[in-house]
């Protein structure tokens, strides 16, 4: 009966170690200090909530004027679509205070929601791609977006909206230097590992 490892043979070491680590002593995301998105960008989900509402609410009303059609009596069609606008503003106001997020060592975290609440965190290794967008409304309010791609994916993994530009920018260019040295630390790996191999293959 043969073996698949046989003990006359010696062990090769490949340096992976997967040792179990107990469950009170990981840490806890809850200790990340998040970082609170700009104050602006509540002004921005007021301005742009009215922007998409308004012209709901104002075609709702014309409506009734047409002959024969009437989608509810006097000034209630408006009214509930104003109310629900209300609803969105004041949701997407109180979400604002709850989004950040966080840059730590090797991976870059957000938290958002506000009855279901997540936090996602990206670590640097997967990304492959990191941009910064911003619409008309944005950059008039001074705001940018943060977009990370791992790879394979055709749109964003992760998206921080509500920075500041310049915070933004910054985090781009960090994010863009550590894919940077951890592609060229991949590179230089690959590149000493058939030498060494070569080596230990030299004859005694």
Known sequence: MNDITSASEPSKD?????PQRRFVALPDYRELEFEPIARTF?????????????PVAVAVSAVNFIPGVTLLPGLMAPAGVGLLALLIGVYRWVDAGRRGWALRDHDIAAR???????????PFARIQHVETSSGPIERWKGLARLKLFTAGGMTSDLD???LEAETADTLREHLAEQIRL?????????????????AGDEPE
Do not use: C, Q
């Open 14 to 18: 490949t340096g992976f170690r997967n």
């Open 42 to 54: 509540r002004g921005y989900t007021v301005l742009t909530t009215l922007i998409w509402w308004v």
């Open 112 to 122: 958002e929601g506000i009855f279901w609440r997540k936090v996602t965190m990206l």
């Open 160 to 162: 921080i909206i509500g």
């Open 182 to 198: 951890r592609d060229a630390l991949a590179e230089g790996e690959g590149r000493t590992a058939p030498a060494a191999s070569a």
